[in-house]
C-alpha cells in the first residue's frame, strides 16, 4: 500500500503558531500575555517588545513590536502578565513622509484599565508643554559668584580635629 502524499501547506495555518502579522484592518488578537521578551532589530538599531498572546484555542502568539506606533502603544499600556487583552491592527496611516512607508497603526486595549490612567496623562503633557501666557518661560540664570569659605575663628590652643592629637 503506498503512502498517504502529504496536503500542501496552507500559508495560513502555517503562520497561525506563528508571529501574529495582521494583513487587513480590523484583525485583532486577543488573548492572555503569557510572557514578554526583547526582540533586537538591525533595521531600527535597537531593541523592541515581544507579547506572548496565549489565545483560547491555548495557543500562543508572539507580536512583535517592532514597528513604531505598536512599540508605542505596547510601552504605553505597559501589559502585564496574566492580563487579558486585544491587539487591534487599524491598518495604514492616511499619509507619510516623503521616502518613507506609511506607518501601521494599532491599538491595545487591556481589559480592566482605563485605556491610560489620568495621572499619567497629565504627567505626560506636563512634561511636555510650554508655559502658557500666564506663566512666564524661566529666564536662564546666571551662577552666582560664590565667597570663598572662610574657615571659623578658632582659638590656637584647640586641637585641630583634622590631625591626631599625638
Partial sequence: MAAKPEPEPNPDEANASGPW???????????VLSGLDIGWSDYQGGEYPIMRITVDTGEERPVHGFSTVLKGEILK?????????????????????????PAKLYRIYVEGRESMDVASIYARLEGAQEPGPQEPKPQESKPQELEPATEPDVPADTPNEEEPPF
Fill in 21 to 31: 502579522i495582521p494583513k487587513t484592518p480590523g484583525e485583532k488578537l486577543t488573548g
Fill in 77 to 101: 499600556h505597559k501589559p502585564k502578565i496574566g492580563e487579558y487583552l486585544t491587539v487591534t491592527y487599524l491598518g495604514l496611516a492616511a499619509k507619510a513622509k516623503p521616502g518613507m512607508n
